[in-house]
């Protein structure tokens, strides 16, 4: 975390993705969404183009709102400070507009405890496991659409610890699902890459099956005439 003197006030920013819990990046995309929302509704009801002089207070009104979430502080004190003194903060929180690089992961730790993401979901195609992947395929698109919410629980049902099987009651799920909303976001970034690795791995090997099918039905077709 940085630290900045704002006013005789120090606060703190985040300079990466590792230093931005789930929660704390899911409230940040509800300020973003009501932004946007707001916008699409002024522009419903737009006679004439805008004056530049109202697109740039609405560019300072959000970014006043940014930075009173990542810093704790009332939009009322950040309306004191310098110009040119905010805009070293807001470059500091620039790596929320940078697209992420993914890491290629095979498990993770959160506190002393490890979970592993599954090599092959469906090469033990248990009932349960093919639910998985049809859970996936759903929320993958989710959040290809900026949907996070279902991250954690994502998680919990697909990683699990060294040992354990298929089959975790919704018990355990739940309470994982609450312990993954502590992870930071390079991590819920690298699973979701995983997951979008593993929809396509599973879409491949669908149309794989499907081939297979359509080769064994034209054999058995010729051996019938």
């Known amino acids: 975390m940085k630290e900045f003197l704002m006013n005789e006030k120090v606060v703190e920013l985040p300079e990466s ?7 704390t990046f899911l409230g940040f995309t509800k300020i973003i969404e009501q932004h946007e929302s707001n916008i699409k509704e002024k522009d419903k009801d737009k ?7 109202k697109e740039a207070i609405r560019a300072l009104d959000l970014n006043t709102k940014i930075l009173a979430f990542w810093t704790g502080l009332s939009q009322e004190e ?10 070293k903060l807001m470059k500091c929180l620039s790596f929320v507009n940078e697209k992420y690089i993914p890491i290629d992961i095979s498990s993770f730790t959160i506190g ?5 993401l599954p090599k092959d979901l469906m090469r033990e195609a248990t009932f349960g496991r093919y639910i998985e992947a049809e859970q996936l395929e759903i929320q993958s698109e989710m959040i290809s659409k ?17 040992g354990e099987g298929d089959n975790l009651d ?4 739940d309470k994982r699902e609450e312990l993954f909303k502590s992870l930071d976001m390079a ?9 979008t690795k593993l929809e396509q791995g599973l879409t491949i090997s ?20």
């Open 17 to 23: 993705w590792l230093e931005v819990k789930w929660g």
């Open 47 to 53: 006679q004439a183009e805008e004056e530049e002089w």
């Open 78 to 87: 950040i309306s004191h400070w310098d110009m040119k003194e905010a805009e």
């Open 112 to 116: 002393d405890e490890k979970f592993f």
């Open 146 to 162: 900026g949907k996070i919410e279902f991250m954690p629980r994502q998680i919990a049902i697909l990683v699990k610890k060294g």
């Open 170 to 173: 919704d018990n355990l799920i």
């Open 187 to 195: 991590t819920i970034w690298d699973v979701a890459f995983f997951l």
């Open 206 to 225: 669908s149309l794989t099956s499907q081939a297979v099918a359509a080769m064994q039905l034209e054999q058995e077709q010729q051996k019938e005439q």
